[in-house]
């Protein structure tokens, strides 16, 4: 079992910034990835950015160039690095991983982006 906790989330300006940060119960050395998903009001969650175990990042086209994905293996944390927030960044993020095919979610962080 992984318990996943979230925080960062908030009220923000557009053009303004947000760490969001993911911490696991446990070494997060063996997961098989790592990420972030977002889910807006009325529509279907959707991934944001991951980081597989063997490296590299993926990222949802919508965010390339603005939001950075990085992962602490000491710390057992994930991180959002999200700039140039926009209105449409507008959702609850949640923290996802993957481990011996299971999947485990967060409670999810609001992200609002309003002025």
């Known amino acids: 079992q992984v318990q996943l906790v979230e925080s960062g989330g908030g009220l923000v300006q557009p053009g303004g910034s947000l760490r969001l940060s993911c911490v696991a119960s446990?070494?997060?050395?063996?997961?098989?990835?790592m990420g972030w998903y977002r889910q807006a009001p009325g529509k279907q969650r959707e991934l944001v950015a991951n980081?597989?175990?063997?490296?590299?990042?993926n990222y949802a086209d919508s965010v390339k160039g603005r939001f950075t994905i990085s992962r602490d293996n000491a710390k057992n944390t994930v991180y959002l690095q999200m700039n140039n927030l926009k209105p449409e960044d507008t959702a609850l993020y949640y923290c996802?991983?993957?481990?011996?095919?299971?999947?485990?979610w967060g409670q999810g962080t609001q992200v609002t982006v309003s002025s």
């Open positions: 980081v597989p175990r063997g490296g590299g990042r």
């Open positions: 446990r070494s997060i050395f063996d997961f098989d990835t």
């Open positions: 996802n991983v993957v481990w011996r095919f299971s999947e485990y």
